[in-house]
């Protein structure tokens, strides 16, 4: 089933992280296998937060010899970074397996990237001047706890809670995605797309790179390949309409937009609450009230609808 939510302030930051904590929180009943969080904050020029990881929640419990591994795969992805000209800023141990890194890079990112995840067990979950992408196992309180998302502060942000149906039940299989090796964009999606397939043999026949098997990957390398060819956020999401089959809802982000498109169905729900300060768009309204709690009107988008905000 799954359930999505977005926000989007536009007059500056706000405690982003847990109001989408509490949106997602609401939607726990829709998908409490996994949740995940892709939040913008006021970027900073030359500089990134990479999140990464270096193994898989349910691998730490295979005693000494992969915490020993995970020490030296990290030990492996910092040489492999300053021999690439990338200086660390920053280090966090945000779980046992997965961390966060400031760093400063002028370089290629794709081939930053592809280093870093030549490393054995080494995924990177992004790399962003404004994005952070956070998710693992459990329901929102649960991750959000471990990552300290609660003390995160930003403009905009996009999240999922996960009920698995067709992929395991693991970090990789989790939404947001992030469209590798793009710089901050990232996708959560509702629904199934049917041509899946067809178009990711295309994208990678143009060099693109999948990094799991979810349908929902190709709509964040879709977007980032119309954004490297010049189009416009509201172009793409209108494109994707025309161009993908399936019954779909999905929430795109970038450094300083949100975008939300339906297909030709709408068989997938949305509901909608705009101010002059923000916008909170989630599949159930309880999602939004627990961020709103007087009395809100909100609207259900139509089908084929696409809308574009900025911060």
Same mark, same amino acid.
């Given at each position: 089933?799954c359930?999505?939510?977005?926000?989007?302030?536009?007059?500056?930051?706000?405690n982003?992280?847990?109001?989408?904590?509490?949106?997602?929180?609401a939607?726990?009943?829709?998908?409490p %296998?996994?949740?995940?969080?892709?939040i913008?904050? /006021?970027? =900073?020029? *030359?500089?990134? #937060? &990479?999140?990464?990881?270096? !193994?898989?929640?349910?691998?730490?419990?295979?005693?000494?010899?992969?915490?020993?591994?995970v020490k030296?795969?990290?030990?492996d992805?910092?040489?492999?970074?300053?021999?690439?000209?990338?200086?660390?800023?920053?280090?966090?141990?945000?779980?046992?397996?997965?961390?966060?890194?400031?760093?400063e890079?002028?370089? %290629?990112?794709?081939?930053?990237?592809?280093?870093? /995840?030549? =490393?054995? *067990?080494?995924? #990177? &979950?992004?790399?962003g001047? !404004?994005?952070?992408?956070?998710?693992?196992l459990?329901?929102?309180?649960?991750v959000?706890?471990?990552?300290?998302?609660?003390?995160?502060?930003?403009?905009?942000?996009?999240?999922?809670t996960?009920?698995?149906?067709?992929?395991?039940?693991?970090?990789?299989?989790?939404?947001p995605?992030?469209?590798?090796?793009?710089?901050?964009?990232?996708?959560?999606?509702?629904?199934?797309?049917?041509?899946?397939?067809?178009?990711?043999?295309?994208?990678?026949r143009?060099?693109?790179?999948f990094?799991?098997?979810?349908d929902?990957?190709l709509?964040?390398?879709?977007?980032?390949?119309?954004?490297?060819?010049?189009?416009?956020?509201?172009?793409?999401?209108?494109?994707?309409?025309?161009?993908?089959?399936?019954?779909?809802?999905?929430?795109?982000?970038?450094k300083?937009?949100?975008?939300?498109?339906?297909?030709?169905m709408?068989?997938k729900?949305?509901?909608?609450?705009?101010?002059?300060?923000?916008?909170?768009?989630a599949?159930?309204?309880?999602?939004?009230?627990?961020?709103?709690?007087?009395?809100i009107d909100?609207?259900?988008?139509?089908?084929?609808?696409?809308?574009?905000w900025?911060?």
């Open positions: 089933m359930g999505i939510a977005g926000l989007i302030h536009r007059k500056g930051s706000s982003i992280g847990q109001e989408m904590t509490s949106m997602l929180q939607l726990k009943h829709r998908g %296998d996994s949740t995940g969080f892709a913008y904050s /006021e970027p =900073v020029k *030359g500089q990134y #937060i &990479l999140r990464f990881k270096v !193994a898989e929640q349910e691998d730490m419990s295979k005693g000494f010899d992969i915490q020993d591994q030296e795969r990290r030990a992805v910092d040489k492999r970074l300053k021999a690439m000209g990338a200086k660390i800023k920053e280090m966090e141990e945000a779980t046992a397996y997965a961390f966060r890194y400031q760093i890079f002028s370089g %290629d990112l794709k081939e930053l990237s592809d280093r870093v /995840e030549d =490393v054995e *067990g080494a995924e #990177i &979950l992004s790399i001047n !404004a994005l952070e992408l956070i998710k693992d459990g329901d929102a309180t649960v959000s706890d471990a990552y300290d998302i609660d003390e995160i502060k930003g403009t905009h942000g996009i999240g999922h996960r009920m698995a149906t067709e992929s395991d039940v693991d970090i990789r299989s989790a939404h995605y992030w469209a590798y090796p793009y710089n901050d964009i990232a996708v959560v999606h509702n629904g199934q797309i049917t041509n899946y397939w067809l178009m990711r043999r295309h994208l990678e143009d060099g693109q790179r990094v799991s098997n979810c929902s990957e709509l964040a390398v879709y977007t980032a390949t119309n954004l490297e060819k010049g189009m416009t956020l509201e172009e793409s999401l209108k494109k994707s309409i025309e161009e993908i089959d399936g019954v779909f809802t999905y929430l795109v982000t970038t300083d937009e949100l975008g939300m498109a339906k297909d030709t709408a068989a729900p949305m509901v909608l609450y705009e101010t002059d300060d923000m916008v909170a768009l599949s159930e309204e309880v999602s939004i009230r627990a961020i709103v709690p007087h009395e909100t609207w259900d988008p139509y089908d084929e609808e696409v809308r574009v900025k911060a």
